[in-house]
Structures are given as C-alpha cells and as structure tokens.
C-alpha cells in the first residue's frame, strides 16, 4: 500500500517535498521557541533561573535522571542556598517550570491565601488517577468538598476517637508486642519497617473496611492485596515525576527495551496491581452493602453509628467501619416516607466511589504513620536522653492512674503524653511521611517573596527542605530536640505553614489527631514494654529512601529484638 493512500495529499495538489518542507518548518519553530523560552529568563529576580541548570527542550532532566536516588536532599541543597528558600526548574518538553519552595509565606499563600488558585492540576490528577480514583487527595472543586463535608463529620466523632484506641490497643497487645516477643525468643533479624507498615495495614483496613486482614501475622504471610498495593504506590510516582509528554515516550521506548529499567513504562504492570486493588475492595464493598441491606431499620439505629449525627451511640463488632458509615451517611437516612428513601436510593454512592475514597483513606492512614514511625525509632538509640524521657513521661502517667502497661492506655492518658507528642513531632520534622506535596497554578500569580508563577506551573512546597532550614529552625536545625515543640512542659505545635507535614488551610488533613493516637499508643507501649529494637550493624546510617509517593526506606529497616 503506497504511503499516498494514507496521506493522500498529492491528489489535493500538495507535493511531498512542500509537506516536508513544512514539517521541517514547523520543528525549527519549535526548537527556536524552546531555546527562546529558555535563554528568554530576564533580570527579573522574580523570572531569574534560580536552581539547577536547564538545557533547550531537556529541560532540567538531565540533573533531575542524576540525582533520582537522592532527589530530596539534592532539592534541598538549592533550596537553603536560595535567599528566599525558593527555585525554579525548568521542565522538560515545556515552556513552564516546577517552582519549589521552603518559605512558610509562600506556603500560606498557595494552601489558604490564594487556595483557588491552586488546586492538584489536571496533570497530577491524571497521573495519580489508576490508584487513587476520584478520591479526596485526588480530586478538586466540588468533588473535593462534597467528599470532605462527609469525611469531616466522621473524622470529628467521639465515638470514632475511642474506635481507633480500641483497634490501636487490641492490634498493639495481640500482635505486635507477641511479635516482638517472639523474635527475640528466636534472636532473628526483622524489618521494622514492614513490621510498622503491616501492623498500620491491618488496623487501618479494619477501621476502614471492617476486614482484617492479618498481615502482622507472627509468620508475615504474603498478603496479595498488601503487595499489590505497595509496587502500584512505586509504579504511581514514576508516572507523576515526568511530564505526561516524556512520559509517554520512554513508556514506549520502555516497552521495546531501547531504555533501562527506570520501570515508568510498565503501564501493565500497574494496570494489573490495581486490578488486584479493585478485585479485593470491590468485593469488599458488595459484602458490606448486602450485611447492611439485610439488616432491619431498628437494627440500624441500634447497632450502627450512622443515624446519629451527635456521634453518641455504641460501635458494634465488625459494622462500625468507615465504609459502612460512608455507604450510610444521608441527611434523610431516618425518614420513612417512600419519596424520601427514593431520593436516598438515586444518591447511593457507587462502589467506584466508595473504592475510591477507601484507597485513599487506606494510603493516609498506612503509610504516613507507619514510616513516621519507622523514621522514629531509626533516630531513637541515637538519642538514649530521648528515650529515657519518654519512658518517665509514660510510667509516671501509669503510676498516676493505678495501672501498668499491660492495662494499655486510654485517650485520656494519650493526651497527657506531651513529651511523647513532641518527640514523634520533631522526628516528622526532619522525617516527613510525604516529602513534598504539589499543586497547579490555574492563573499567572506571584509568590509573597516576588517568584514568579505562570498559568500551569506546578508548584511543591518541600516539606523535607523545611525542616532543614536554618532561618526556620536554628543552627541545631539538624538535631533531633524534642524540646522544640513544649513549652514549660506542653507541647506545642509550630504553625502549619512552617510545619506543612499535615498539610494546611481548608486540605489541612482530617486524620492528624487519628494518626497522633496511633503513633503515641505504640511508641508509649513499645517503650513501656521489656522489648527494644536494636538495629544491624550500620543501620545507623542515613538510609537510602525509594521512589515512591511517601518517604519509604528503600531497603527496609532491619534489627533485632533485645530484652532491657
């Protein structure tokens, strides 16, 4: 077939060579437009190329592919060199940049001053959509509200507080403290890594889908759902780290093997773990519609906290979970008239919907607290004064209180912890769950420092830079000092533009209390317990982090169990 048939622009009285000709025309245009952009930065300090250095159409890239193992401290060394904390990197097969800051004002700015101007982006949003949908951390405007009116609510209940102790204590007593138990009876070297990240799964999928799924078993069985879901979390971040347009291309040079394993064209491998995802919530949500379905209305308004809009009533075994509260939240749920259960009918969330906003709950709740914790303990034998500290704070509230820590703490005693709070504070300050966070500016803007944004730019406040700046935290910046956040004995807490770690104005994260209860119950109970972590042979070292989505350690942590 000749090449005419599919072009056939000849028989139009268009030549060959005159297509060529403007084809060539056209691509000359571009790289002159891309060269122009990028020689184009004047002496505006506000436009002026401050960070890595960039190359017509590459871009920055070519830096960006160098320092993939260490991107947060490369950032970081721009960043603290940068007189307002804050640079621009040009993006590859763009004439926008990636402007990245470490100055609470500009944090201000982008997260409450001028929040409509900055949402996640169409561009973020894609590239996160396979694992997390249409999900509150993936979606803007009024999808966004309408999911954070729902999740405010349940996130704001008495009765879910004393929920998550009862998960945290039951999880803590029956797994973990045996696991540690038993791998010092062994002697064996564990990873306390994915011992914090198996025990933050199975509490949260209990919490959020009423399932267990006995990943801190003392055997550490294989968990498919649990596995697919940390290569998807991987596989997701390579998919946002590039420009959707080079993206595209080493995807495809990727698939016929003319690039290395950098794995961002394994499309289908991220299409099968999330199948995987999808297979085990979907039929998750089916089962709970059905139990709930067959369930009579008095039995609804006996036995499930979801009529009760003050968050008074009693939690049962197994149906107080997120996902029936969500499959459940109507502001008519008590009426009887037939119209009425019509309407609630039509506006039944979807499963789609609800696998949504499980996937992201899931993500929020398990990895942000389990590599907190893991950071935490990494920096605590560093730190003996630290530990001892703690450890009189959580026996003198014991002693107070007639108990011992078999008895487990109540949140009562949790909020008393101020020296607990402070310390797993000052640890995510050096060591954020989330890194860095960014958004899209939807119009032309400029930053309270004079940085200039343009319509598209991505813009990422570097939460890991941060809590790494001088101006922001001392000298000492890179000490780890409990004492930085009390004051005569109390803690408290820095101003969330400074401290972005939960985020800040109206995306400031719902679960921030959640996962402080969870993390001061474990470390409280792990440092009242006979059981210490004692890490291998240079572990003590700084460890190498992975490319995914949260601050993961790339090798994991790995110890031993010893008795004190």
């Known amino acids: ?47 002026r190329r401050r960070g890595p250095k960039s190359y017509p159409i ?24 940068d007189p307002t904390h804050t640079i621009r990197v040009r ?83 029956e797994r973990l403290l045996p696991v540690l138990a038993e791998a010092h009876a062994d002697g064996r070297v564990i990873d306390i890594q994915d011992v914090f990240l198996r025990f933050a799964f199975d509490n949260i999928c209990l919490l959020g889908f009423g399932y267990d799924l006995g990943c801190l078993d003392p055997s550490f069985p294989e968990v498919e759902f649990a596995n697919a879901f940390d290569e ?8 946002v780290l590039l420009p959707q347009s080079l993206y595209t291309i080493v995807s495809i040079l990727a698939r016929f093997g003319l690039v290395g394993d950098f794995g961002i064209g394994a499309e289908s491998k991220l299409v099968q773990h999330v199948q995987i995802i999808d297979k085990f919530a979907l039929a998750l949500i089916q089962k709970r519609r059905e139990e709930l379905q ?18 008074t009533s009693k939690f049962s075994q197994g ?17 009887h008239d037939d119209e009425a259960e019509q309407k609630r009918k039509d506006r039944a969330p979807s499963d789609k919907y609800l696998r949504d906003i499980l996937i992201n709950f899931v993500i929020a709740g398990r990895d942000t607290s389990s590599l907190a914790l893991t950071w935490f303990f990494w920096l605590l034998p560093q730190y003996p004064g630290v530990e001892q500290a703690i450890e009189a704070e959580v026996t003198s509230i014991l002693r107070a209180k007639g108990k011992t820590a078999a008895d487990g ?57 941060m809590g790494r700046m001088q101006d922001l935290w001392g000298p000492d910046c890179l000490e780890f000092k409990p004492e930085r956040f009390l004051h005569d004995g109390k803690f408290v807490p820095a101003s969330s533009f400074k401290y972005p770690i939960f985020q800040a104005g109206p995306r400031i994260c719902m679960g921030k209390e959640m996962a402080y209860t969870q993390m001061k119950y474990i470390i409280a109970s792990v440092i009242s317990s006979p059981y210490r972590f004692k890490l291998s042979p240079g572990a003590e070292k700084l460890p190498a982090s992975g490319l995914s989505l949260t601050f993961k350690m790339r090798h994991g942590l790995k110890g031993t169990v010893h008795k004190v």
Request: glycine share 6%; aromatic share 12%; net charge negative.
């Open 409 to 465: 703490f109540d949140f009562d005693d949790l909020k008393e912890m101020h020296y607990v709070q402070a310390a797993i504070t000052e640890s995510m300050r050096l060591y954020p769950p989330v890194p860095t966070d960014s958004k899209t500016a939807l119009a032309d803007d400029r930053f309270p420092d004079g940085t200039v944004i343009g319509k598209g730019d991505r813009v990422v406040f570097h939460c890991y830079a």
């Open 232 to 239: 998807a979390m991987v596989l997701t971040f390579k998919r």
């Open 319 to 335: 149906q107080s979970d997120l996902l029936s509260r969500f499959i459940q939240f109507d502001d008519e749920v008590n009426a």
């Open 91 to 173: 993006r590859p097969l763009s004439s926008s940049y990636v402007v990245i800051t470490a100055n609470p004002e500009n944090v201000e700015h982008m997260l409450k001053t001028n929040f409509d101007n900055y949402p996640k982006g169409a561009t973020v949003l894609e590239g996160l959509r396979p694992l997390l949908g249409h999900g509150i951390f993936n979606a803007d405007g009024d999808m966004w509200k309408s999911q954070r009116k729902v999740a405010s609510h349940e996130f704001s209940t008495r009765t879910l507080r004393d929920f998550v102790v009862e998960f945290v204590h039951n999880e803590t007593h």
């Open 58 to 81: 590459l871009g920055a890239q070519i830096e960006i592919s160098k320092n993939l193992n260490n991107l947060y401290a490369w950032a970081t060394s721009y960043l603290e060199k």
């Open 294 to 311: 067959s369930r009579t209305e008095d039995d609804d308004k006996s036995e499930l906290d979801i009529a009760d809009r003050k968050g």
């Open 1 to 47: 077939m000749r090449l005419e048939q599919w072009f056939p622009y000849g028989s139009h009285g268009v030549s060959w060579p005159s297509v060529g000709s403007a084809l060539l025309v056209m691509l000359m245009g571009s790289v002159i437009y891309f060269i122009w952009n990028w020689a184009s930065d004047s002496g505006d300090f506000g436009r």
